[in-house]
């Protein structure tokens, strides 16, 4: 009985196609950047994140703008568990430090 090769290309699954795409396109970190700033209140919680007016991240610094004084200071002392979420939902280290406005 014949049988034709199989295609030479292996069928990858759409979440695979679309990582290699955005690797291929150069897009893959600003990807994962929006990705992480997009679950900032299920990272933070609800509290953290209504008092959060801007968030953005340059040069492996997370920048928060915060609409209240005393949330600022409170998130003064656990910058490095801010560093750790985030990291770990990164899966690398993606930010070094936090830097409160």
């Given at each position: 009985m014949f049988r034709p090769e199989k295609?030479?290309?292996e069928a990858k699954s759409m979440k695979d196609a679309i990582?290699?795409?955005?690797?291929a396109s150069g897009l893959?970190?600003?990807?994962k950047l929006k990705t992480i700033l997009g679950k900032w209140e299920?990272?933070?919680g609800k509290p953290i994140a209504l008092r959060t007016e801007k968030l953005y991240i340059q040069d492996k610094v997370l920048f928060i703008t915060l609409n209240s004084s005393v949330m600022r200071e409170e998130l003064q002392h656990?910058?490095?568990k801010i560093v750790s979420i985030?990291?770990?939902e990164a899966g690398y280290n993606l930010i070094e430090d936090v830097?409160?406005?």
């Amino acid at each position: 009985m014949f049988r034709p090769e199989k295609d030479k290309r292996e069928a990858k699954s759409m979440k695979d196609a679309i990582k290699d795409f955005l690797k291929a396109s150069g897009l893959d970190e600003e990807y994962k950047l929006k990705t992480i700033l997009g679950k900032w209140e299920q990272l933070v919680g609800k509290p953290i994140a209504l008092r959060t007016e801007k968030l953005y991240i340059q040069d492996k610094v997370l920048f928060i703008t915060l609409n209240s004084s005393v949330m600022r200071e409170e998130l003064q002392h656990q910058k490095s568990k801010i560093v750790s979420i985030i990291n770990q939902e990164a899966g690398y280290n993606l930010i070094e430090d936090v830097y409160l406005m």
